[in-house]
Structures are given as C-alpha cells and as structure tokens.
T-cell receptor
Framework: GEDVEQSLFLSVREGDSSVINCTYT??????LYWYKQEPGAGLQLLTY?????DMKQDQRLTVLLNKKDKHLSLRIADTQTGDSAIYFC???????????FGKGTKLSVKP | SAVISQKPSRDICQRGTSLTIQCQVD?????MFWYRQQPGQSLTLIAT?????????ESGFVIDKFPISRPNLTFSTLTVSNMSPEDSSIYLC?????????FGSGTRLTVV
C-alpha cells in the first residue's frame, strides 16, 4: 500500500522561504495534498496537485511534484510567524478511497 | 467546499464510559471518513461511514469498539466505547468535496 514520508522538523527565520519535503511510494496516486494543523485545531486544506502536473502556485504557496522520484515539496514564500504549524503531506490511495498521511513536519518560524 | 460541524470539540471522560462524536455536513456527501490522531502522530483511518449499510473498518479497528452511524448523506456519528487512556486522541471526520478532502475541526478526547 501507499506510504508517505516527511521530515519531522523545520526551523526558518521570518521572511525566509520554507521548503517542506515529502516522498510517497505509490506512483498511481492521482492527487497529492498539503494540510496545515495549528495547535488544538483540525486540518486546513492548503493546496493539492494532480499527478499530471509538475507545479502549482497559489499566492505564497508553490507545490512541486517530481513523479519520477515520487517527491513532493511545499514552498512557502516570505514565511511569517503565523505559518508556524504542523504540515501534513497526504496521498490519495487508501483502500477505501481515503488519504494516506505522512507523520507531519513541524515548522517553527523565528522572528 | 463542504463545511463540517464536529461536536464536541473536546471532552475529558472516565475510563469505561463511552463518547459519541457527531459530524454534520452542509451538503450531501457520499463518502465520510473517520480518522484518529494519537498524540504526536499522524492520522490513521478508522473506518468509512456508508449511508444505508454498515461502516467499513480498517484493520485494527472493530465495530464493537468504534460503532458508527450514518443515517443520511449529511450526518454521521462515531462512538468510542468502553474507553481506556489509550483512546486519548484527536478524532476527525472527513468528506470528499469538489476541491479536495475537507476535515472537521476535530474532537480532542482525554480519558482519565
């Protein structure tokens, strides 16, 4: 089955760019998602990319997909302290049509 | 996109008791998922709630422990039965919306 891996921590300075990386195993995953979870809150859908795309940009967010390497990244430009959260990568590919999640990357933004 | 109202947002429960979590969606959806997020961990699918039939459970989760109801296309409940401290987690419902999978705000359960 699908397996999704992420690095666990990332620390950046305010104003810098953040890049969060993710790898997945199932090349047939059609959709790949990025979610944000703030402390004590649910999951907020940030963006997603379809497998026939290489890149998607949405304001400060850029998603890059390398299908050959099964690698997905989320770049946050001009990172702010309000971006501090846990970011989850998820792939469509569960046996019930559900998402498979990575363990999450905790992003810390220092002023 | 679909908006989900999930209740309660948090609860502290005694071991041995049960808690029912509700999710109400503002539109009709076919698939509704229930996930568990143990402390510091990722999300794990418990089951898919099906309208008009029994829920489909993932390996490691059983109906006696996590009974699910889906009376219509906008509502579902998950019950955590005979709770132990190991059940302390965040429980989230999710639906498939046109712009992706939407999640409820979660129920933070602490069992003491």
């Amino acid at each position: 089955g699908e397996d999704v891996e992420q690095s666990l921590f990332l620390s950046v300075r305010e104003g810098d760019s953040s890049v969060i990386n993710c790898t997945y195993t199932d090349s047939s995953s059609t959709y790949l998602y990025w979610y944000k979870q703030e402390p004590g809150a649910g999951l907020q859908l940030l963006t997603y990319i379809f497998s026939n795309m290489d890149m998607k940009q949405d304001q400060r967010l850029t998603v890059l997909l390398n299908k050959k390497d099964k690698h997905l990244s989320l770049r946050i430009a001009d990172t702010q302290t309000g971006d501090s959260a846990i970011y989850f990568c998820a792939a469509y590919g569960g046996s019930q049509g559900n998402l498979i999640f990575g363990k999450g990357t905790k992003l810390s933004v220092k002023p | 996109s679909a908006v989900i109202s999930q209740k309660p947002s948090r609860d502290i429960c005694q071991r041995g008791t049960s808690l029912t979590i509700q999710c109400q969606v503002d539109s009709q959806v076919t698939m509704m998922f229930w996930y568990r997020q143990q402390p510091g961990q990722s999300l794990t699918l418990i089951a898919t709630a099906n309208q008009g039939s029994e829920a489909t459970y993932e390996s490691g989760f059983v109906i006696d422990k996590f009974p699910i109801s889906r009376p219509n296309l906008t509502f579902s409940t998950l019950t955590v039965s005979n709770m132990s401290p190991e059940d302390s987690s965040i429980y989230l419902c999710s639906v498939v919306a046109p712009d992706g999978y939407t999640f409820g705000s979660g129920t933070r359960l602490t069992v003491v």
